[in-house]
């Protein structure tokens, strides 16, 4: 794994391109992204290939995942399970991670629930979907759900 910084807007973009056809952020606002004060950027690599990449923001005492996304080709191989518990051990034990997901994104929705995230909001139509909008569940890590840890 290795960190990230504005030179790797392209990778990111690519990567995220290829996970979310359609729904993905150009290299230019990965650049803005990367640059941003509290940004913490990590790519899982497969072999000398980036195959997936977190992109956590930090600020005021929380953290939140801003953007995880696996390379279709290397996905169901753990990669996204690597990248979330390298940010997990990056951050202050006292530190809620929070994340918005939409509803119907099931892949990511188990992913998180392996990690414990529990739901704690809902922004109905947060997300516009070429099927219409629909609604982004918030969920939290943090210490009334057990703490940052592992995957259960
Ligand atoms: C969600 C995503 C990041 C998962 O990446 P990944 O590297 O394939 O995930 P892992 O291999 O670490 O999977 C960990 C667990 O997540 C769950 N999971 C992952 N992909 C899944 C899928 N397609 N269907 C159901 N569960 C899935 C499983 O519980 C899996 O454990 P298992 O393989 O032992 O059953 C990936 O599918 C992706 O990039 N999706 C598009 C981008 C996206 O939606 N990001 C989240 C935005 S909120």
Known sequence: MISADPSHAEVLAAIHR???PGDAWSADAWRSLLAAPGARTRIAMDGTAPAGFLH???AGGEAEVVMIATHPSAQRRGIATALLEDALA???GGMA???EVAERNHAARALYAGFGFE???RRPG???T???RQDALVLRLGH???GPGQRR
Do not use: E
């Open 18 to 20: 290829a996970a979310m």
């Open 56 to 58: 956590l923001r930090c």
């Open 90 to 92: 990056a951050l202050d």
């Open 97 to 99: 991670l929070f994340l």
């Open 119 to 121: 739901p704690v909001g």
């Open 126 to 128: 947060y997300y516009r």
């Open 130 to 132: 070429p099927s219409g």
């Open 144 to 146: 009334n759900t057990g």
